[in-house]
Structures are given as C-alpha cells and as structure tokens.
C-alpha cells in the first residue's frame, strides 16, 4: 500500500532554500545533513501537512547519476491544495512576485502561482465549491 510521496528538489543552495521557504511561506526545517563545508547537502522542511526535501544538485547527481545537468533548470510544478486561498494570496504577494494571477482555470479550479527561489513553480488552489 502506497502511504505517501515527498518531492526531493534539486537545487544549487540548500541554505537558500530553506531560508526562502521559511521566510517567504513559514516552513519549518525539520532534519537536515551538513555538507563537508559547514552547509547543507540535505534538508527535509514541512508546514501543515506538506513535507518537501531540498537536496544539493552534486550531492543528488552522485547519488542518481541519471539525474546529471549542468546547469538547473526545475521541470515540474508543485501543485498545493488550500482552504483559504484569497487569504493565502493576499498573504503571499505582500512578500513574493506573483507569477501567474488569480484565474479560474479551464478545469474550474481557481488558483495562482509563485516561484521559489530557484524558479520551481509552486501553484495554490482551493477545493471547489460544488
């Protein structure tokens, strides 16, 4: 039986990572794994019920070399599940660029988009309202 699955994010900076997502949408770092420089290579964040990890792009492609790139370029979107979504956009684009506006997209669903700091594109909806 399948229980659950976390996105495992490749970036650049680890640190940087989890200051955005703790500054900019209240995460919190749950665990996290030193690099042999005094970094992060590792960090597992939640909030709610969202759990995301953040890995290092070398420290992933050593691990999955099927995963090499040279340079990083995110190819999915995160889609997240509200329930007070205008609360949540009001909240948000007093600190971040809205990428894509509040829309009522062709499936009915409403919802908008930022982007992280290494431009993963994170969209919010709400459940409708049948």
């Given at each position: 039986?399948?229980?659950?699955?976390?996105?495992?994010?490749?970036?650049?900076n680890?640190?940087?990572?989890?200051?955005?997502?703790?500054?900019?949408?209240?995460?919190?770092?749950?665990?996290?794994?030193?690099?042999?420089?005094?970094?992060?290579?590792?960090?597992?964040?939640?909030?709610?019920?969202?759990?995301?990890?953040?890995?290092?792009?070398?420290?992933?492609?050593?691990e999955?070399?099927?995963?090499?790139?040279?340079?990083?370029?995110?190819?999915?979107?995160?889609?997240?599940?509200?329930?007070?979504?205008?609360?949540?956009?009001?909240d948000?684009?007093?600190?971040?660029?809205?990428?894509?506006?509040?829309?009522?997209?062709?499936?009915?669903?409403?919802?908008?988009?930022?982007?992280?700091?290494?431009?993963?594109v994170?969209t919010?909806?709400?459940?409708?309202?049948?």
């Amino acid at each position: 039986m399948l229980k659950s699955m976390t996105p495992n994010l490749m970036v650049e900076n680890v640190e940087d990572t989890t200051k955005f997502y703790e500054s900019k949408l209240g995460f919190i770092t749950a665990a996290s794994v030193p690099d042999d420089n005094g970094g992060l290579q590792f960090a597992i964040m939640i909030k709610d019920e969202l759990t995301l990890m953040f890995q290092e792009k070398n420290n992933l492609i050593a691990e999955y070399p099927i995963l090499t790139t040279d340079e990083l370029h995110p190819s999915i979107s995160l889609y997240i599940q509200t329930d007070d979504l205008e609360q949540l956009y009001s909240d948000l684009k007093k600190n971040l660029t809205i990428y894509t506006d509040m829309h009522t997209t062709f499936y009915g669903a409403k919802e908008f988009a930022v982007l992280d700091n290494n431009n993963y594109v994170l969209t919010f909806t709400e459940e409708r309202k049948q």
